[in-house]
């Protein structure tokens, strides 16, 4: 079934940890974006990548970069966690700019 | 830039009967609106999308929404809800700007109950 596959599910890191959140997805689409969503404050956009190749900041995208080295995959990276991290991670993409999003299921992450 | 407010942070409502979920915009330029759903422990689904033409928006599972500019609204509406829509869903707005990006509302849980 074509759609978004993150990984890992969860995971549990230690603050000062460096962490890869990974993304990818087969349906070809041009643009990808990262969100995080907290309890009460929705979904909030971290990182987005209209095309292979480039990348953009995203309402709240300290701490974290991206990197779209290819059109399927889009991982997200914490150099160096903190607890304020703590989240629940989603990856979305489109067939562009102005298409609805497709998300992913989702990564929990507990920094600790 | 836009923003989005949902109002109402949880909904409890009984099976079979009637569910409006409230969304309200601010932007200088004219919107894109849709409604997303999220089920427990997945990622969000969209419902409906406004676009243009007609300010009535059907969406899955008998869901519609209804642009009013005036208003600055966009409000969810169920005539008869079932125990399966128990979910959390999700008001976004982006400018029709190509620069623009996809901005969420809180949300709104909807709690459907015997």
């Known amino acids: 079934i074509a759609g978004i596959t993150q990984a890992p599910t969860s995971q549990i890191l230690a603050a000062g940890r460096r962490m890869t959140l990974r993304c990818t997805q087969d349906?070809?689409?041009?643009?990808m974006y990262w969100y995080r969503q907290d309890l009460g404050l929705g979904l909030r956009l971290i990182h987005y990548?209209?095309?292979?190749?480039?990348?953009g900041k995203g309402e709240v995208p300290d701490g974290y970069s991206v990197s779209r080295a290819n059109t399927d995959d889009f991982p997200l990276t914490l150099a160096s966690a903190v607890p304020s991290q703590t989240s629940v991670y989603f990856c979305?993409?489109?067939?562009?700019?102005?298409?609805?999003?497709?998300f992913g299921n989702g990564t929990r992450l507990t920094v600790t | 830039a836009q923003s989005v407010t949902q109002l109402d942070s949880q909904v409890p409502v009984f099976e079979e009967a009637p569910v409006e979920l409230r969304c309200n915009y601010s932007?200088?330029?004219?919107?894109?609106l849709f409604w997303y759903v999220q089920y427990p422990n997945q990622g969000l689904q969209l419902l409906l999308k406004y676009l243009s033409g007609s300010t009535l928006v059907k969406g899955i599972n008998g869901f519609e929404a209804e642009f009013n500019k005036s208003q600055t609204s966009f409000h969810l509406r169920k005539p008869s809800v079932h125990i399966s829509d128990t979910a959390e869903y999700f008001c976004?707005?982006?400018?029709?700007?190509?620069?623009?990006?996809?901005?969420f509302g809180t949300g709104t849980r909807l709690q459907v109950t015997l």
């Open positions: 979305a993409s489109s067939e562009s700019s102005n298409s609805p999003l497709h």
């Open positions: 990548s209209n095309t292979a190749g480039t990348t």
């Open positions: 349906m070809r689409h041009n643009a």
């Open positions: 932007s200088s330029v004219s919107v894109y």
């Open positions: 976004a707005v982006r400018d029709t700007g190509t620069a623009s990006k996809l901005t």
